[in-house]
């Protein structure tokens, strides 16, 4: 008997130093994680106990400029008729006359494309005096027919706007300078862009005591970069006995958002 209760004291002493041991073991742990100032885990990793990581997340925005090498023309020739059949002929024959100059000015096939066409009635509203419901009366079609022309010539320009409306344009959309390759103008943007998250970056770390850490992530802004007109009073004006233009200058926009860890 006496035996049997020295067995269960030896073991319930070797489960109690077994947790004992756990404790300790879980203790010791805790007291790596944080740190010597209690903050912080002995290997730099404050996520450890605490959570998240600190970070700095900035934006950046850049720009490059530069000049446009082709225009995109909206032109529409416009005819009325007292029947469809008269004012299709009618705006048939300009169309064709139009297209035909602008290719002999050298725009090649690709460089135009259909952009609209129309049939229209045209109704007159005759003045109700008595107050009676009068119908309208048909007087005539309109039809409208347009295309979209790339010049890449630019020095060409005001010639075939002025050949154009000669020919039968009469009713134009406006007028888009652009570039057919920007590509190497937005990678410009692109520095530009992450140049300014990151001086962005280094100026928040200093104003708040911290030292950047290592690039986190790096997005660009979901949006194709686009060219915007900039206004040059250098602007270039071709021959004066055609259309004046003047071209400018194309700003390519460029936003990204970086995000930084903080080393504190």
């Known amino acids: 008997?006496?035996?049997?209760?020295?067995?269960r004291t030896v073991h319930v002493a070797a489960v109690a130093a077994a947790f004992a041991g756990a404790f300790a073991a879980a203790a010791a742990a805790q007291d790596s994680a944080a740190g010597k100032d209690g903050k912080g885990d002995g290997k730099g990793r404050p996520d450890a106990v605490r959570g998240r990581q600190a970070v700095i997340k900035v934006s950046g925005e850049g720009r490059s400029t530069t000049a446009p090498d082709m225009a995109v023309l909206q032109l529409s020739v416009v005819?009325?008729?007292?029947?469809?059949?008269?004012?299709?002929?009618?705006?048939?024959?300009?169309m064709a006359d139009v297209l035909s100059a602008l290719k002999q000015a050298g725009i090649a096939e690709r460089d135009l494309q259909t952009s609209g066409f129309s049939i229209n009635p045209q109704y007159h509203y005759p003045q109700n005096n008595d107050g009676g419901n009068r119908p309208p009366?048909?007087?005539?079609?309109?039809?409208v027919n347009g295309v979209g022309v790339r010049v890449?010539?630019?020095g060409q320009l005001g010639e075939i706007?002025?050949?154009s409306v000669?020919?039968?344009v009469n009713q134009g959309g406006g007028i888009e300078f652009t570039n057919d390759k920007p590509e190497a103008v937005i990678t410009e943007a692109r520095k530009a862009a992450v140049a300014d998250a990151i001086n962005k970056a280094r100026v928040l770390a200093e104003a708040a005591g911290v030292s950047l850490g290592r690039l986190v992530e790096i997005?660009?802004?979901?949006?194709?970069?686009?060219?915007?007109?900039?206004?040059r009073s250098m602007a270039k004006e071709f021959a004066a006995d055609s259309v004046p233009i003047a071209t400018g200058e194309n700003a390519y926009n460029v936003n990204v958002n970086v995000t930084f860890a903080i080393d504190q």
Not at 79 to 94: F, G, V
Request: glycine share 4%.
């Open 1 to 7: 008997m006496s035996s049997t209760r020295i067995a």
């Open 161 to 163: 706007l002025d050949k």
């Open 219 to 231: 997005s660009e802004q979901p949006s194709r970069p686009e060219p915007v007109p900039v206004v």
């Open 166 to 168: 000669s020919l039968g």
């Open 152 to 154: 890449r010539d630019l």
């Open 79 to 94: 005819k009325d008729a007292k029947t469809a059949r008269e004012a299709l002929d009618a705006n048939n024959k300009a």
């Open 137 to 143: 009366e048909l007087v005539g079609y309109q039809v």
